[in-house]
Each structure stands twice: as structure tokens, then as C-alpha cells.
């Protein structure tokens, strides 16, 4: 049976199309390599699909003068980095942590793959959430430069927000949203936090 997984995923897909395809149809005629050509960065990996519809789904995106943006998603009452209570590169990318009801991996976090090579998209997505408050967070990795600007878009129950930030320098952290569940509400921020004298394979400063 084919799940439908609501607009954000349509809009993934979208994103990841134009970042990594030029349109052309593989095995059209016409369409093979040009050995003469330059050679482009090699294409991110294609991210999952979600096993189950998520009630919270987050998608983030930067441009080219970013050095890997990473996405997270932090339970109520949990801190960045910290692989219990935040769905991250480091948590939930081959494994989920367990959330919600005990062993039930119906209402564990997801994220698709880590972009380090690329601008993007990434994908974080929760089914059933636990009440509480749901924190994201965007950290900019790597060396790239202070100008870099992204942005982050979250359907929650169907609610869709976009939310830009400008200017991500390298080792800071951008509190994108704040999520309210089971109201679903929305709550964007501007709020960074410069996490240089905090970093060590990653903010380890204490947030949210």
C-alpha cells in the first residue's frame, strides 16, 4: 500500500532535484556523459522516505558559502548534541534514539543523511510525538564563510512555515523554530548563539 507523506516530502523532493539533477533523462537519447565537459561535484545521496506519515517534519537548505549546515530536532527537555534527546547526525541517521513510548519505534525521530558535500536539503521527521515543547536547531559546521544564509521549512500536522536565517557564521547555532505539541503551534526565531568557545565536535554549550 502507498503512504502518502504530505507536501513536505514533495517539497524534498523538489529541493533535492534541483540541486542534483539537470533535467535530462537517464538513458534518453542524447543524454550520455560529455567527457569534454567539466567535471561537477559528486551528488548527494538520494535521502529515505520516512516509514511512517510524520505529524513533525523539518527541511533545511543553505546556499553555496555554507560548509554543511546540520539540522537538528530536540525533545522537550533535552539539549544539542546530546544523542538521548536530539535527532542529529550523530543519533539518528542509521539508528534512531528511543522516544516516546518505550521500544516502539513507531514514535522515534528520523533524519535522512548528512550533507556534507552539498547545500542540502536535510530532512528530520517525528510520527506521534510526546507532548512537550520540540526545539530545532540549525549548527554551521566546517569553514565556510559568515555570509552563508539557509533556511528551514517544518509542516507540523499540516501547518506549513518557512523560516530564513542570514548570515550563519561557522560554529554557530540558530535556534530556527520552537514547536508546541499537540497544539502544533509554530514559533519561529532569530535567535543565534555563538558556540566558539563551546565546540568540540560540535556545540556542546547547553541548548536550548
Known sequence: MTKSFGPILALGAALLASACNDGS????????PDESATPTAEASPVPTLPP??????????????????????????????DNATDCTWTSCVSASPDWGVLG??????????DDVDQFGPERVWLANPEAGTYTVLVEHWGTGLPESDGSVTLDVGGQI???????LA?????????????????????????????W???????LP
Do not use: Y
Request: glycine residues 10%; aromatic residues 6%; proline residues 9%.
Open 104 to 113: 516502539d519505534p513507531v514514535d522515534d525521530p528520523h533524519k535522512d543523511f
Open 170 to 198: 561557522p560554529q554557530h547555532v540558530w535556534t530556527a523554530a520552537r514547536i508546541a505539541w499537540p497544539s502544533g503551534t509554530i514559533t519561529p526565531t532569530q535567535d543565534v548563539f555563538d558556540c566558539t568557545a563551546s
Open 161 to 167: 512555515v518557512s523560516v530564513s536565517m542570514s548570515d
Open 25 to 32: 533523462v537517464v538513458g534518453a537519447p542524447g543524454s550520455e
Open 52 to 81: 511512517v506519515p510524520g505529524d513533525i517534519e523539518i527541511v533545511l537548505q543553505w546556499d553555496d558559502l555554507g560548509d554543511d549546515w546540520e539540522l537538528h530536532l530536540v525533545k522537550p527537555g533535552g539539549s544539542i548534541n
Open 200 to 206: 568540540a565536535g560540535g556545540c556542546t554549550a547547553t
